[in-house]
C-alpha cells in the first residue's frame, strides 16, 4: 500500500479543534503583523499586540525544544555505546557535552573565571576554537568541492548543463587568480557573476517564494497534514 | 499585498484542485528516482535517511520545514515496511517534534507502531554551516546501512560533506536546499537533485489527491505569471515608460 493508498479516514473532533485553533490563531498573528489599514486603529493595535505575545510565547517554547533536542542526542548516543568500536564516537560525544556543561556551570557560578567580559569565557573561547575555526575552513573549501563534484559527475554522464556548470566554475575559479594580469578573466568573472549567477540567484529564491505561499495556504486553510489525520 | 498573494494563491489552488483530472503535472526526475530507490531500499532490507536540515519552525524556514515534513512522512509511508527503520534529522530541536510526529504517523499507516521510536528522528546542534549535522548525518549512513540520503531543507556548505560521504559509501543521494549555496552542491553531486520550489509540491506527485495536484498547479501558475510580469516590466524600462 503507498500513500495514496491511504484509506479515507473519519473526521477526528480532536483534530478539528486543532485545525480551528491553528487557522484562528494564523489569523491573527498575520493581521497583527500586517496591518490591514480599513480596519480601526485600536483594532490593528490589539492585534498587533496579540500576535508579539503569541511569538514571545513561541520564543520560549523554543528554548524548551532546545534541552528536549540534548536529551535527545544524549539518548540515542547513550544507546550507541553499547555497540563498540562504533560506539567511540558517541561516547567522544558524550564526554565533551558532558566537559562544555560543566565548564559554563562553573562559569555561571563565578568558580572559574577567565578575564572579565562574557566574550573572554572559556565556553565560548572552546566553541570558538573548535567550531568556528573548521566552519570557516569548511566555506573556503566549497568551491574546490564543487569543481571536483561537477567533474565526477561528467565522468558519470555529460550533458550541456552540466558542460555549462563546470566551465562556469573554472572560469570563476581561474578569475580570481592573478593569471599574468589578464583582464580578461576578472571581467569575464564579473559579469558571469552578476548578470547570470545573479538572475538565476533570484529565480531560485522567487520559486522558493512561491513555493512558500502554496504551503501557507494549505495551513491556513487546515490543510496540513497535522489536522488532517 | 501579502494578502493579495495569498488569496490569489487560494483561488489558484481551489480552481485548479476542482480540475485536477485534467491536469498533467510536469515530470519532476527527482520524485520518480525517489520512488524507485526507496522501493529498492525495502526490497535489500536496507534503509533510509531523510534530513531536513537546519529548516526551523520559529524563523522564515518554517514553511520549508512543514514542506520538508511532508516529504520525510510520504518517504517514510513508502520505506516503513522495510526490515531497517527510516529515519531522520534536523538541527532545529523545534522541528525534531515534527519529524517524530511524520515518522510515527507513517508507521501508524502501515500498522507497524512498534516500529517507531522517538530516537528515529535526530537533533544534532546547529551552527553557521551544521558540522555536527553534515558528520552525523554521514555516519549514519554508514553505521546503519541506510540505501538513500534524501536531504530536504535549508543546508548550506555541509551538504559538500554529507554528498561526498554518500558517494564515497555508494549511497543513492536526492538532494535538496533553498539556499542557494547548498542548491549549487545538490545540482554538483545528483544527477536528480530537488530544484528550490519542487520540494513544496512532493504531495501532489507522491499522493495525488485534488487538493495537492491543485497546489503544484498554482505554484505552478504563480510562477508563470511572475514570469510575465518580470518580462512585462523589463519591456516597459526598455520602452522607457517610468512606472
Given at each position: ?27 491573527i498573528t498575520l493581521l497583527g503583523l ?13 492585534l498587533n499586540a496579540f500576535s508579539q ?177 | ?243
Open positions: 500500500m503507498t500513500a495514496s493508498q491511504t484509506p479515507r479516514r473519519r473526521l477526528r473532533l480532536g483534530a478539528a479543534l486543532l485545525a480551528a485553533l491553528t487557522i484562528g490563531i494564523a489569523l500586517e496591518p490591514v489599514p480599513t480596519l480601526p486603529p485600536e483594532t490593528n493595535q490589539m505575545l503569541l511569538i514571545q510565547l513561541v520564543a520560549v517554547i523554543g528554548a524548551i525544544a532546545l534541552l528536549l533536542g540534548v536529551l535527545n542526542l544524549t539518548r540515542f548516543h547513550a544507546a550507541q555505546l553499547r555497540q563498540m568500536p562504533r560506539g567511540l564516537y558517541s561516547l567522544l560525544l558524550l564526554a565533551t557535552l558532558l566537559g562544555v556543561l560543566s565548564v559554563r556551570a562553573l562559569e555561571r557560578s563565578g568558580i572559574l573565571r577567565i578575564g572579565n567580559d562574557e566574550a573572554s569565557a572559556l565556553s565560548l573561547t572552546i566553541l570558538d576554537v573548535a567550531q568556528v575555526a573548521v566552519e570557516s575552513a569548511l566555506a573556503g573549501l566549497i568551491f574546490f568541492a564543487l569543481v571536483y563534484s561537477a567533474a565526477r559527475l561528467m565522468r558519470k554522464r555529460v550533458t550541456l548543463w552540466n558542460a555549462l556548470f563546470l566551465a562556469a566554475l573554472v572560469i570563476v575559479l581561474l578569475g580570481f587568480s592573478p593569471l599574468g594580469g589578464t583582464t580578461l578573466l576578472p571581467a569575464l568573472r564579473e559579469w558571469l557573476l552578476s548578470v547570470p549567477v545573479n538572475a538565476g540567484t533570484r529565480g531560485l529564491l522567487i520559486g522558493v517564494a512561491l513555493g512558500t505561499v502554496v504551503v501557507g495556504v494549505r495551513v491556513l486553510i487546515g490543510r496540513d497534514r497535522t489536522f488532517r489525520e | 499585498m501579502i494578502y493579495a498573494i495569498l488569496l490569489i494563491a487560494l483561488l489558484m489552488m481551489a480552481i485548479s484542485a476542482v480540475c485536477a483530472r485534467a491536469i498533467v503535472l510536469r515530470a519532476v526526475p527527482a520524485y520518480r528516482a525517489l520512488q524507485q530507490t526507496v522501493s529498492a531500499a525495502v526490497e535489500s532490507g536496507r534503509g533510509v535517511h531523510v534530513s531536513l536540515g537546519s529548516s526551523a519552525l520559529l524563523d522564515e524556514s518554517a514553511l520549508t520545514a512543514i514542506a520538508g515534513a511532508e516529504l520525510l512522512y510520504q518517504t517514510a509511508a513508502r520505506a516503513s515496511g522495510g526490515d531497517l527503520p527510516v529515519t531522520a534529522s534536523t538541527s532545529d530541536p523545534v522541528t525534531l517534534g515534527i519529524a517524530q510526529d511524520r515518522l510515527r504517523r507513517a508507521y501508524a499507516l502501515r500498522n507497524r507502531p512498534e516500529v517507531f521510536k522517538s530516537t528515529l528522528a535526530r537533533w544534532y546542534p546547529s551552527g553557521d554551516a551544521s558540522l555536527a549535522l553534515a558528520a552525523g548525518v554521514g555516519a549514519a549512513l554508514l553505521d546503519e546501512e541506510d540505501s538513500l540520503a534524501l536531504l530536504c531543507g535549508r543546508f548550506g556548505a555541509e551538504l559538500a560533506l554529507i554528498a561526498e560521504a554518500a558517494i564515497r559509501y555508494d549511497r543513492d543521494l536526492l538532494p535538496h536546499s533553498t539556499q542557494i549555496e547548498g542548491q549549487a552542491i545538490a545540482y554538483a553531486t545528483s544527477a536528480t537533485p530537488l530544484l528550490a520550489e519542487e520540494l513544496f509540491v512532493s504531495a501532489a506527485y507522491l499522493e495525488p489527491t485534488p487538493l495537492n495536484i491543485g497546489a503544484a498547479a498554482a505554484q505552478d501558475a504563480l510562477r508563470y505569471l511572475v514570469v510575465f510580469a518580470l518580462i512585462a516590466l523589463a519591456v516597459l524600462a526598455f520602452l522607457g515608460v517610468n512606472l
